[in-house]
T-cell receptor, first 115, second 115 residues
Framework: EAGVAQSPRYKIIEKRQSVAFWCNPI?????LYWYQQILGQGPKLLIQ????????DSQLPKDRFSAERLKGVDSTLKIQPAKLEDSAVYLC?????????????FGPGTRLLVL | AQTVTQSQPEMSVQEAETVTLSCTYD???????LFWYKQPPSRQMILVIR??????QNATENRFSVNFQKAAKSFSLKISDSQLGDTAMYFC????????????FGKGTKLSVKP
C-alpha cells in the first residue's frame, strides 16, 4: 500500500513570496491533516479535513495560510506572503476516519526555508 | 488547554539495553488517549504505541511498553533490548476522546542507540 506522498520535499523562498505544498493521502483515507513542525519542537496541527470539509482550522494563520482539499482526496497548503518564522517542516498525515482510535500515517514532509 | 512535556531533550543507550523516556501531561479531560510517535532521521513519523486513559492495563507492543500513571499524569515509554534502528526522535502526544480531537505533541526526545 502506498504511503502519504508530499511534494516538493524541499523549498527555499524569500520572505513575502508565496509557496504551495501538495499532499496525496493514502487511498481511501477520509481524514487529512496538515502539521507545522518548527525545528526543535513537536508538530502542531494547522488544519484537519474530513473528506473535503474542514473539521478544525483554529490554529491556521488565516491571514497568510490557506488550504483546500478538492474532491476529498489531494490537498494543497499555501502560504502567501511567507514570513521568516514560517521556516519549518510541513507534514501531511491521513487516517481512515476521525478519532483517536484511528492511526495517523505521516508523509515525509516538505522542508521550507524562508530567507 | 492540554499540554505535553518531555523533560529529556536527548538520551543515549547501549545496544541491547533498556531505556525509559519520560512524558508528563496536563488535562482536565477524563476521556483521552496518549501516544508515542517515532521520527527516524529523514524518515516518516510512525506510531509506536497508543494508550486509552480509561484502560488500567499498560499498553505493550513487542519491545515497547508504557508506564501509564493516570493520577500523576505521567506516561513513560520503555524500550527493551534497544536496537540501532531505534535511533530517532520520540514524541509523546495527547488527544481528547471523541471524534474531533487533534494530536498535541511534546517537544520530543532524541534517542541515540550506540553499538
Amino acid at each position: 500500500e502506498a504511503g502519504v506522498a508530499q511534494s516538493p520535499r524541499y523549498k527555499i523562498i524569500e520572505k513575502r513570496q508565496s509557496v504551495a505544498f501538495w499532499c496525496n493521502p493514502i487511498s481511501g483515507h477520509a481524514t487529512l491533516y496538515w502539521y507545522q513542525q518548527i525545528l526543535g519542537q513537536g508538530p502542531k496541527l494547522l488544519i484537519q479535513f474530513q473528506n473535503n470539509g474542514v473539521v478544525d482550522d483554529s490554529q491556521l494563520p488565516k491571514d497568510r495560510f490557506s488550504a483546500e482539499r478538492l474532491k476529498g482526496v489531494d490537498s494543497t497548503l499555501k502560504i502567501q506572503p511567507a514570513k521568516l518564522e514560517d521556516s519549518a517542516v510541513y507534514l501531511c498525515a491521513s487516517s481512515p476516519f476521525l478519532g483517536p482510535q484511528e492511526t495517523q500515517y505521516f508523509g515525509p514532509g516538505t522542508r521550507l526555508l524562508v530567507l | 488547554a492540554q499540554t505535553v512535556t518531555q523533560s529529556q531533550p536527548e538520551m543515549s543507550v547501549q545496544e541491547a539495553e533498556t531505556v525509559t523516556l519520560s512524558c508528563t501531561y496536563d488535562t482536565s479531560e477524563n476521556n483521552y488517549y496518549l501516544f508515542w510517535y517515532k521520527q527516524p532521521p529523514s524518515r516518516q513519523m510512525i506510531l509506536v504505541i497508543r494508550q486509552e486513559a480509561y484502560k488500567q492495563q499498560n499498553a505493550t507492543e513487542n519491545r515497547f511498553s508504557v508506564n501509564f500513571q493516570k493520577a500523576a499524569k505521567s506516561f513513560s515509554l520503555k524500550i527493551s533490548d534497544s536496537q540501532l534502528g531505534d535511533t530517532a526522535m520520540y514524541f509523546c502526544a495527547f488527544m481528547k476522546g471523541g471524534s474531533q480531537g487533534n494530536l498535541i505533541f511534546g517537544k520530543g526526545t532524541k534517542l541515540s542507540v550506540k553499538p
